[in-house]
């Protein structure tokens, strides 16, 4: 298979003519070969066409990593129709948005996940296009899968999967923005395949490897790095749905766990274990992070106390297929914690001025990315598409990088405030928007501070409504109702003013500059 030309309906058939015997799936009890993934997924890509989704059409997973996830992400490639994920942390109204902007048609959800009702959670929400629910909890992924049990339709499958080409969009990730409305991303399969496959094979991923995925599948760093490279090298996908650092410890033991991807927040978690050598992790070789600063003790703790060969780190953004820049294993470890890595293969980076114009080698500007792993825009929004593409295909980033002379690059801030809480990415204006429409908030700022767990967390500072007297666990508990956990400030703090332009937008500059003080008071 030619992995720069490859299509994930071609990736599907590949994978399992190629791996046959060897395993896709370890699932708790749940173990499968890529033969019978295979033969799993095209019976839920039968269904899906008896249950009526027709090609193009958007299919949602608002549920935790597991064995079902992944075959109805897969069934859906299969039967020619778009894929779009769903955080599970959102709350209904967030979940809502997104459903109805990418007129998703079918969902699957998993109830009972962190205590939810994921179909509760929706009803009377405006979701117009949404016609079947799937609980994949409760046998309801059993009687959807009965409706492909006969091959009728299977011909049809191996039309549509033949009609998709290099082009096509294949996954819409929702991610938020400046704007604090989520954006539609649209992400061709064939791109997922070509940018990760470079830097998948660096890490030593290969066949029958156990590969541990703690990374949510509908993040792209799970679904983008981890499902569909998975099939790209016959590993063995090992899903986690809650990080519990005990259970991770002891799941790399029983499993023998080679690469094992995720967030340095997750890698902290396991070093800082009480008991952590007492574990057998002998098996480990390989490991991907990035997403926030990492101090070279924490590099050289991964390879000589987790026992990692390889650790390299990389960057990307869901609008760059979820990859841009990554290290090599052969890199110091002064590179590896100090950069995200060099451009991979056809992708271009660049360091820019306001103007566009680029700057000198180690100054400060907005990276700019060009590459066929790059968004073809956003999902019905050509104004936003054009105000973030520019004509000749650069990508603005809105991080800021310093790019030394070999083409490493340190991402050193974010021009859009995004702050990283254990590698979930949290935008402040989106926060804001929904924190405003609390009745005793009159005015909100949130940014993200430092944290040692968490790698950074939010902080709001709020003016109170008129003749209002909010308390901060009251305001913290109505967040939690609101939105997904990732985005719940963890602290907040009254204060008479902020800080403001000429033009009256908060200086979060200064808002930081003074945020210890803020805190403390």
């Not at 799970?222 to 569909?228: A, E, R, S």
Request: with cysteine; proline share 6%.
């Amino acid at each position: 298979m030619d992995t720069d030309s490859a299509t994930i309906p071609e990736l599907i058939t590949w994978s399992v003519a190629t791996y046959g015997d060897t395993e896709a799936v370890v699932d708790g009890d749940t173990r499968l070969t890529y033969t019978e993934l295979g033969r799993l997924v095209d019976q839920a890509a039968r269904a899906m066409v008896e249950r009526g989704i027709a090609p193009g059409d958007a299919v949602s997973v608002w549920a935790p990593n597991r064995w079902e996830w992944i075959v109805a992400a897969l069934a859906v490639s299969r039967a020619g129709g778009v894929l779009v994920p769903v955080n599970t942390r959102f709350k209904g109204p967030e979940a809502a948005y997104v459903l109805k902007a990418a007129k998703v048609k079918m969902l699957f959800v998993a109830n009972g996940f962190l205590d939810t009702d994921y179909v509760a959670a929706l009803d009377g929400l405006d979701v117009p296009d949404l016609v079947d629910i799937i609980d994949m909890a409760d046998g309801g992924f059993d009687t959807f899968m009965a409706d492909g049990e006969a091959v009728a339709h299977q011909a049809e499958i191996e039309r549509r999967s033949a009609a998709v080409g290099i082009d096509d969009i294949n996954v819409v990730m929702f991610t938020s923005g400046t704007t604090g409305l989520p954006k539609g991303v649209q992400v061709r399969g064939s791109a997922i395949i070509r940018a990760f496959n470079p830097c998948i094979t660096g890490l030593g991923l290969t066949q029958g490897d156990p590969y541990l995925l703690v990374n949510p599948y509908f993040h792209a760093f799970g679904y983008n790095c981890g499902i569909i490279m998975g099939l790209v090298k016959g590993a063995a996908n090992v899903p986690v749905d809650i990080f519990d650092a005990t259970s991770v410890l002891e799941l790399i033991q029983r499993e023998r766990i080679a690469v094992f991807p995720g967030p340095p927040a997750l890698f902290q978690s396991l070093l800082n274990h009480p008991d952590l050598e007492s574990f057998d992790l002998s098996s480990l070789r390989g490991c991907m992070t990035g997403a926030a600063t990492i101090p070279v003790e924490m590099v050289l703790a991964m390879r000589e106390r987790l026992g990692f060969d390889t650790v390299i780190t990389a960057y990307g953004m869901t609008e760059t297929s979820g990859l841009a820049s990554f290290c090599r294993p052969e890199d110091p470890p002064e590179t590896i914690a100090g950069t995200s890595g060099r451009a991979g293969p056809d992708i271009e980076l660049r360091v820019v001025d306001d103007d566009g114009v680029d700057v000198a080698t180690g100054a400060e500007g907005e990276l700019w990315v060009r590459g066929y792993q790059v968004t073809p825009g956003y999902l019905d929004d050509p104004e936003k598409t054009a105000e973030t593409i520019t004509p000749d295909g650069w990508l603005k980033t809105g991080d800021i990088a310093v790019m030394d002379a070999d083409g490493y690059i340190d991402i050193t801030d974010r021009k859009k405030d995004m702050f990283i809480m254990g590698g979930f990415n949290a935008y402040p204006a989106e926060i804001e928007r929904m924190m405003i429409e609390h009745p005793d908030i009159g005015l909100v700022a949130v940014i993200g501070i430092p944290d040692e767990r968490m790698g950074e967390v939010g902080a709001a500072f709020v003016i109170p409504a008129p003749g209002s007297s909010p308390t901060e666990a009251d305001v913290i508990a109505w967040c939690r109702e609101q939105m997904a956990n990732y985005k719940v400030p963890r602290f907040v703090r009254f204060v008479d003013e902020l800080p403001m332009t000429a033009s009256g937008k908060v200086q979060k500059p200064e808002l930081r500059e003074n945020a210890a003080d803020l805190l403390a008071s």
